[in-house]
């Protein structure tokens, strides 16, 4: 953990009774724990350190060492190395890009373990059932533990988890912080923090839903114990007020490019946006005129979309984020005998009516990078069977995803949809700073560099936000036509005839100004 003074205030908001500490080290925290009431369990895989470890925690109540090199299965005997400074960088794993970031970091010898799990320190007794907070530093292992970890995971009182993790892996086989929580949200437990610094890695913290307002509302402040002013401060402005652990740190994700994920922001450590940048990015999401009229695909249900009548040159459907709802994928293979490609990491192919003949599935996520369950759209496309020459749709609807996925895509990959539909999520958040010039002002960017919005639709799921005095979506849906497919014909029609109700027990939400015109 690389700042006990943001452990210290995560633990006082949270107010675990019991935590398990996992990559304990040398019991640096013990002392933390113990002053905050919180009785603990220290895991600690080194035989070296854990005997220092022993003797640090012997005089401090409530505070517990186990001996344990933990992951997916118990009972597996396998290698551990040891690192040079300390054991601090030891891990199940090899180093990996851990080289590059750090040349002077070696390992200097190995040792045989036996594995155990979370779970099967419980059945021994060795640790209690009853935690109600985790922190994993386990050097790139934190995946693997997870894996080992469901009954405490499973419980209803588990308030939440930190986990050091990185961006991308700094041991081979290491896990990302996307793939870390992509893991936790099956238990709902969120991202509410994840600061990374110069060689990409972070503590992530993520708590249960309910400590949202709490958190928004409390400060949270790294090891430096600076406040941080709240102040909107311009773009090329040094944020010389944020403390330094809190920054991005871009030359990271330039080097990285096709790892480029969802950075994500604490509000304690936010600023309010401009309303010249939220204008701005409302502005990429007005309507301008289409060469075709706009036809609805997949019904008159939720799933289903407007696009320019223009699919007889369309060669081939991207669809991730399927669930289980598929009209406008059977429709493009029934009316226009377009095949699809579907991802989705959430359903099983059988839980889905697919016609073999049009539909391939990858029960995969959809993201910035390419992983054990996560694929980016570069390769994705760069699979199919498809030339670099065919026109191609995506049907976009991935929860929050589309931010990462798409600025991860390369500009070749762009530049093949002729049409492209996207669910755009989190609309209100765009009064973050932060969240609107890293993550939502860039992704529409870059579409525009490619594409032409021809068509707004505000799908009622989730209300809407008054920001500079305009009443935005939560949820927006847009459709893109590329811009050189396109000339000026028909004008955009807000609302459409043909938008429906996406929730029909919902009231509709319309779209005023700017989306109206007069």
Same mark, same amino acid.
């Given at each position: 953990m690389s700042s006990q003074s943001q452990l210290e205030q995560v633990l006082r908001l949270l107010k675990p009774r019991k935590a398990l500490h996992i990559g304990a080290s040398y019991g640096q925290e013990a002392s933390l724990y113990q002053a905050l009431g919180i009785e603990t369990w220290h895991i600690e895989a080194i035989p070296e350190v854990f005997e220092c470890l022993q003797q640090n925690i012997a005089g401090l109540g409530g505070q517990h060492p186990v001996h344990a090199c933990l992951s997916s299965e118990a009972g597996l005997f396998t290698t551990f190395h040891i690192a040079n400074n300390d054991g601090l960088s030891s891990s199940l794993l090899p180093l990996g890009r851990h080289r590059d970031e750090y040349p002077s970091i070696t390992y200097e010898k190995e040792i045989a373990v036996s594995t155990e799990t979370v779970n099967s320190l419980i059945e021994k007794q060795l640790i209690d059932p009853d935690i109600d907070f985790i922190l994993i530093d386990a050097q790139g292992a934190e995946r693997l533990i997870l894996e080992g970890t469901t009954n405490l995971l499973n419980m209803e009182d588990l308030k939440g988890v930190i986990v050091e993790t990185a961006v991308v892996p700094l041991y081979e086989g290491g896990s990302t912080y996307?793939?870390? !929580?992509?893991?936790?949200?099956?238990?709902?437990?969120?991202?509410?923090?994840? !600061?990374?610094?110069?060689?990409?890695?972070?503590?992530?913290?993520?708590?249960?839903?309910?400590?949202? @307002?709490?958190?928004?509302?409390?400060?949270?402040?790294?090891?430096?114990?600076?406040?941080?002013?709240?102040?909107?401060?311009?773009?090329?402005?040094?944020?010389?007020?944020?403390?330094?652990?809190? @920054?991005?740190?871009?030359?990271?994700?330039?080097?990285?490019?096709?790892?480029?994920?969802?950075?994500?922001?604490?509000?304690?450590?936010?600023?309010? !946006?401009?309303?010249?940048?939220?204008?701005?990015?409302?502005?990429?999401?007005?309507?301008?005129?289409?060469?075709?009229?706009?036809?609805?695909?997949?019904?008159?249900?939720?799933?289903?979309?407007?696009?320019?009548?223009? /699919?007889?040159?369309?060669?081939?459907?991207?669809?991730?984020?399927?669930?289980?709802?598929?009209?406008?994928?059977?429709?493009?293979?029934?009316?226009?005998?377009?095949? @699809?490609? /579907?991802?989705?990491?959430?359903?099983?192919?059988?839980?889905?009516?697919?016609?073999?003949?049009?539909?391939?599935?990858?029960? /995969?996520?959809?993201?910035?990078?390419?992983?054990?369950n996560t694929q980016s759209l570069d390769s994705w496309v760069a699979r199919s069977e498809h030339s670099e020459s065919s026109n191609l749709i995506l049907q976009m609807d991935i929860e929050g995803a589309e931010f990462s996925s798409l600025m991860a895509a390369s500009d070749s990959t762009l530049s093949r949809f002729r049409i492209a539909v996207i669910e755009f999520h989190w609309l209100w958040r765009i009064q973050s700073s932060r969240f609107l010039n890293t993550r939502f002002l860039p992704t529409l960017q870059k579409l525009s560099r490619h594409f032409d919005c021809v068509h707004a639709h505000a799908n009622n799921c989730c209300g809407t936000t008054e920001i500079a005095n305009i009443e935005v979506p939560n949820v927006l849906e847009l459709t893109f036509y590329r811009k050189e497919c396109n000339s000026a014909i028909h004008q955009p029609l807000i609302p459409h005839p043909l938008d429906i109700l996406n929730v029909p027990q919902n009231p509709p939400i319309v779209l005023g100004a700017p989306w109206k015109l007069e």
């Open positions: 996307l793939e870390i !929580a992509e893991i936790l949200a099956k238990y709902n437990l969120h991202l509410r923090h994840a !600061a990374f610094g110069p060689h990409g890695w972070t503590d992530a913290v993520f708590m249960k839903p309910y400590w949202r @307002s709490a958190i928004c509302s409390s400060s949270i402040h790294s090891a430096s114990g600076d406040e941080t002013e709240e102040r909107a401060v311009p773009e090329n402005e040094a944020e010389s007020n944020e403390p330094a652990e809190t @920054s991005i740190d871009y030359k990271f994700f330039l080097r990285n490019e096709s790892a480029i994920a969802e950075t994500t922001e604490f509000c304690p450590w936010d600023k309010p !946006a401009f309303e010249e940048d939220i204008l701005k990015a409302i502005n990429l999401l007005i309507p301008s005129v289409c060469t075709h009229e706009l036809i609805r695909i997949g019904g008159d249900a939720d799933g289903s979309y407007l696009v320019p009548n223009d /699919l007889q040159a369309i060669e081939a459907c991207f669809s991730p984020g399927v669930s289980n709802i598929i009209m406008f994928e059977q429709e493009l293979a029934e009316h226009y005998s377009i095949p @699809s490609y /579907l991802c989705d990491a959430s359903v099983e192919q059988d839980q889905l009516d697919l016609n073999d003949s049009y539909h391939q599935f990858n029960q /995969l996520w959809l993201g910035g990078y390419d992983g054990e």
